[in-house]
């Protein structure tokens, strides 16, 4: 039996990697139907047997609002992108792509009703280093997570409902993996 331990600060990277790789496969899934949207549209002459998704137009306005979010994070992860390096940089690349495929997906759901937006970032002090600037993302997405469930508790249509229920599982897994990579107590989670 081998009772040596592990130098955790060995470690931490390839620990870091894997949680993250974990992100990159929940993140497609709410990418899909933003491809799915923009490979139907592209192609107006093709004759389809998909149903066009079922909206309820009291859900714009709430999905436009979800769009700002996003857009807001977006353009947070761009400054946070622009103050780490090397696996830390990989890292928020990812969950950052994530966000622009939120951003296309509910644009795309929403098609000409769809607000367009720039996004304005949010507060991000990015001294300190990768622990830092994880930390407060965590708590950004904590905030777009419960924004994403107090607009899918309104929202009337299944479609909009479905594709805002798959954004805040991932959401939810980018706020768990920046809170375990900075190194935040487990009960934050």
Same mark, same amino acid.
């Given at each position: 039996m081998d009772t040596h331990?592990?130098? !955790? %600060? %060995?470690?931490?990277? #390839?620990?870091r990697r894997a949680l993250f790789a974990s992100l990159i496969a929940a993140g497609t899934a709410a990418a899909v139907p933003a491809l799915a949207g923009r490979a139907s549209a592209a192609d107006d %002459?093709?004759?389809? !047997? !998909?149903?066009?998704?079922?909206?309820?137009?009291?859900d714009t306005?709430? *999905?436009?609002s979800l769009i700002a979010r996003e857009a807001s994070m977006v353009s947070t992860y761009v400054a946070a992108v622009a103050a780490v390096s090397g696996d830390d940089k990989a890292a928020l690349l990812t969950i950052h792509g994530h966000h622009v495929a939120y951003v296309e997906s509910l644009s795309a759901f929403l098609g000409t009703e769809a607000a !367009?937006?720039?996004g304005t970032p949010l507060a991000l002090t990015t001294t300190g280093g990768y622990s830092a600037i994880a930390a407060q993302l965590a708590a950004h997405e904590k905030a777009t997570e419960q924004a994403h469930i107090d607009g899918l508790s309104r929202i009337q249509g299944l479609d909009a409902a479905g594709l805002v229920a798959s954004i805040i599982t991932v959401v939810a897994r980018h #706020?768990?993996?920046?809170? *375990?990579?900075?190194?935040?107590? %487990?009960s934050a989670l």
């Open positions: 331990a592990p130098d !955790t %600060a %060995a470690a931490e990277p #390839r620990s %002459a093709a004759t389809t !047997t !998909t149903a066009p998704p079922h909206r309820a137009s009291a306005a709430i *999905v436009n !367009t937006t720039s #706020r768990a993996a920046l809170l *375990v990579s900075s190194g935040a107590d %487990a």
